[in-house]
């Protein structure tokens, strides 16, 4: 079946840096597009950046474009997300997700929380 497992959250100060994973297993990794998403306490789950199946195509939410950068590495079966300059606003639980025959999968989510 789908599994997505996100890693790499933790406690940050502003204007520092964490790099997320999402190691995938299931299903064709390669063949498919990876998005990043985020939830912070109240609100809606909301896309962060998304990525094509083959790299050429990526797309960044206007919140965290110029700070994040998504990438994947098929040889892994692996999704990341690079953050810099972070925020406190970036504080949220965040998940991997992919899209396949009409359904979404996600992960169990990633807690970020930047304070001082």
């Known amino acids: 079946q789908v599994q997505l497992v996100e890693s790499g959250g933790g406690l940050v100060q502003p204007g520092g840096s964490l790099r997320l994973s999402c190691a995938a297993s299931g299903f064709d990794f390669s063949q498919y597009g990876l998005a990043w998403a985020r939830q912070a306490p109240g609100k809606a789950r909301v896309m962060v950046a998304a990525i094509s199946l083959k790299n050429s195509v990526t797309y960044y939410a206007n919140s965290v474009k110029g700070r994040f950068t998504i990438s994947r590495d098929n040889a892994k079966n692996t999704v990341y997300l690079d953050m810099d300059s972070l925020k406190l606003d970036d504080t949220a639980v965040y998940y991997c997700?992919?899209?396949?025959?009409?359904?979404?999968?996600w992960g169990q989510g990633t807690q970020v929380t930047v304070s001082s």
């Open positions: 997700n992919t899209h396949m025959d009409g359904s979404d999968y």
